[in-house]
């Protein structure tokens, strides 16, 4: 008898509406999904990750030395591979990895031209590319940190360096 009761208390089914049944079916698959995309954190350490490997690819070109500039353009196309693989992304992280796109899409142009002005000889070619380049550098920074507001508003309001730095500059 007890179990009887048990089964009938724990496992009866309760009569569902076509309607609820297509909610509850919606609801299921809506978690299935959302359980398969990356974290928001997870997309934020991963644009972080890109922005800093940037930086550190673009930082020895600020030597000159020719090896060093075009290291940084290749970096530059790379950075653009890694943030259309990046996916579907929260909405607002979304504006972010587009503003970046066209920052290291127009940061690899100017980087090129720049390395064509010096094998040309072209003074006034490679101070319009540094020109170029230091306007996207502070896009960039401006970015970066829409990127921290977006991603570690905690550190953002305190100030504190609770999030990892991205890059904040790429001029050559």
């Not at 509850?24 to 299935?32: E, H, N, P």
């Not at 359980?35 to 930082?59: D, G, H, M, N």
Request: glycine share 6%; charged share 20%; with cysteine.
């Amino acid at each position: 008898m007890a179990d009887s009761i048990f089964s009938t208390v724990f496992f009866r089914r309760l009569p569902l509406s076509p309607l609820a049944q297509k909610l509850l079916a919606m609801v299921g698959i809506g978690t299935f999904l959302a359980s398969c995309a990356p974290s928001r954190a997870i997309q934020c350490q991963r644009l972080s990750e890109i922005a800093r490997t940037v930086q550190e690819t673009a930082q020895p070109a600020v030597s000159g030395r020719t090896q060093a500039i075009a290291r940084a353009a290749t970096g530059f196309t790379t950075a653009i591979d890694q943030l259309n693989q990046l996916g579907d992304l929260d909405e607002d992280l979304t504006v972010v990895q587009v503003a970046l796109r066209n920052i290291y899409g127009n940061s690899g142009e100017a980087t090129n031209e720049f390395l064509t002005a010096l094998e040309a000889r072209d003074r006034a070619q490679a101070e319009t590319a540094v020109k170029r380049l230091e306007a996207l550098a502070t896009q960039e920074k401006d970015v970066l940190e829409q990127l921290n507001r977006r991603c570690y508003p905690e550190a953002a309001d305190t100030g504190a360096g609770a999030s990892p730095e991205p890059a904040t500059t790429n001029s050559p």
